[in-house]
């Protein structure tokens, strides 16, 4: 049987551009591709440029909504350094870094309210 591996995660944005700054200044990631259709546009945002990553979406007809109990984990090599850099540029830290039996993590929300963990394995 052929290997299994993700590659992304689908998050609905209300606002394409501002998303893309987001995971691109705040994070670091890269554009993969992006899909311009006539009601809307799907975009591929990655560390690297290279998925696993996030699939953006935004369409016509929908009207994103974040779930208050869901959230998308990123490993990070100096939690609190991302976290600063996410609050220099003006994006919302939820949760400041803390640690929990061998693990750091923090929680940010991207611009329409995802929440994002920042995680860190010692």
Known sequence: MAD?????????????????AFYRDALGFERVFRYDLPDGVIQMMAPGGRPPGVELTMLRDLTPAASPTEHVAFLADDVPSWVERVRRLGYKVEREPFSIEGETMAFVLDPDGHRIELKHYS
């Open 4 to 20: 299994l591996r993700f590659d992304s995660v689908r998050l609905d944005v209300r606002d394409m551009d501002a998303a893309e």
